[in-house]
């Protein structure tokens, strides 16, 4: 099932789609670049793909983390990629104001795993006619995410996606249970699996959330094989130096290798035709 998303490319060839970008916009130049090299290599490969990079990170451990460059600032370029490329784009908000301010930028509002249950949250973001992308909260089944899809679906929009990142493990990590994703599908919405997130390892004593990137790639081939919707995943051209989340985002030069093989366990799992 494919989210109803304008721009949306090669919907018609059964592969998963992608949702995937930097964690934030860190200036104005290299989004676009990431984007162009993700275009690219979804256009050759056949992959529905959206854009998508924070344009504030509202939910940082410590108070000197990196936030943006501007709420606006960071707006434009995620425009700038919508209209350069023609394709989707994708932002979370954390606010009924933010909502309303993101929406005339992108198509996709992403609701943030901690903010899930926040009704005034997802009232707003249904109420801007956006493809709203729910991500299922740390502490929560995934049964517990029928009553957010019924909260946007109430407001007026049934454009939802749900988004498994991974559930509470202890202080400081995170496991996958993959009986969410048909269990998060009954809900007859379009259900991804974050492959980058889910590996976090939250509320280090540094105050910086760590990462297991090497298992990124086992967390993808396990979300194709019990067959996800989509793929969702924070990409980075040198994630030692990105401004957040580096520590579990892939390294974007490792993109097409793990799309490939993404795309041969999707058709040897017979989860489209061929």
Same mark, same amino acid.
């Given at each position: 099932?494919?989210?109803?998303?304008?721009?949306? +490319?090669? /919907?018609?060839?059964?592969?998963?789609?992608?949702?995937? %970008?930097? @964690? #934030?916009?860190?200036?104005?130049?290299?989004? *676009?670049?990431?984007?162009?090299?993700?275009?690219?290599?979804?256009?050759?490969?056949?992959?529905?793909?959206?854009?998508?990079?924070?344009?504030?990170?509202?939910?940082?451990?410590?108070?000197?983390?990196?936030?943006?460059?501007?709420?606006?600032?960071?707006?434009?370029?995620?425009?700038?990629?919508?209209?350069?490329?023609?394709?989707?784009?994708?932002?979370?908000?954390?606010?009924?104001?933010?909502?309303?301010?993101?929406?005339?930028?992108?198509?996709?509002?992403?609701?943030?795993?901690?903010?899930? +249950?926040? /009704?005034?949250?997802?009232?707003?973001?249904?109420?801007? %006619?956006? @493809? #709203?992308?729910?991500?299922?909260?740390?502490? *929560?089944?995934?049964?517990?995410?029928?009553?957010?899809?019924?909260?946007?679906?109430?407001?007026?929009?049934?454009?939802?996606?749900?988004?498994?990142?991974?559930?509470?493990?202890?202080?400081?990590?995170?496991?996958?249970?993959?009986?969410?994703?048909?269990?998060?599908?009954?809900?007859?919405?379009?259900?991804?699996?974050?492959?980058?997130?889910?590996?976090?390892?939250?509320?280090?004593?540094?105050?910086?959330?760590?990462?297991?990137?090497?298992?990124?790639?086992?967390?993808?081939?396990?979300?194709?094989?019990?067959?996800?919707?989509?793929?969702?995943?924070?990409?980075?051209?040198?994630?030692?130096?990105?401004?957040?989340?580096?520590?579990?985002?892939?390294?974007?030069?490792?993109?097409?290798?793990?799309?490939?093989?993404?795309?041969?366990?999707?058709?040897?799992?017979?989860?489209?035709?061929?």
């Amino acid at each position: 099932m494919y989210p109803k998303i304008q721009n949306l +490319r090669f /919907t018609d060839t059964g592969n998963f789609f992608l949702i995937a %970008g930097p @964690c #934030v916009i860190e200036d104005r130049e290299s989004p *676009l670049a990431i984007a162009e090299t993700l275009v690219e290599l979804t256009d050759r490969l056949q992959i529905p793909f959206a854009f998508k990079a924070s344009y504030r990170k509202a939910n940082r451990s410590r108070l000197d983390s990196f936030t943006g460059i501007g709420d606006r600032e960071g707006l434009e370029v995620l425009q700038a990629v919508r209209d350069r490329f023609g394709i989707p784009v994708v932002t979370d908000i954390h606010s009924e104001e933010d909502a309303a301010m993101a929406a005339p930028y992108v198509d996709v509002l992403q609701i943030p795993a901690f903010l899930c +249950r926040q /009704t005034t949250l997802l009232q707003a973001a249904a109420e801007t %006619g956006c @493809c #709203v992308n729910i991500k299922k909260g740390q502490f *929560l089944s995934p049964e517990a995410m029928e009553y957010a899809v019924e909260k946007v679906s109430h407001f007026g929009n049934p454009n939802v996606m749900l988004t498994e990142r991974g559930t509470t493990f202890g202080y400081q990590d995170l496991v996958v249970d993959f009986r969410g994703v048909p269990i998060m599908q009954r809900n007859h919405v379009p259900v991804v699996v974050d492959i980058t997130h889910s590996l976090q390892r939250p509320n280090q004593a540094s105050g910086v959330t760590g990462g297991n990137p090497d298992m990124i790639a086992t967390i993808g081939r396990a979300a194709v094989a019990v067959g996800c919707d989509g793929i969702f995943m924070e990409t980075h051209p040198n994630p030692a130096v990105a401004k957040s989340d580096g520590a579990n985002m892939l390294r974007l030069d490792l993109a097409e290798p793990l799309l490939r093989r993404l795309l041969k366990i999707h058709r040897a799992a017979n989860l489209s035709e061929y």
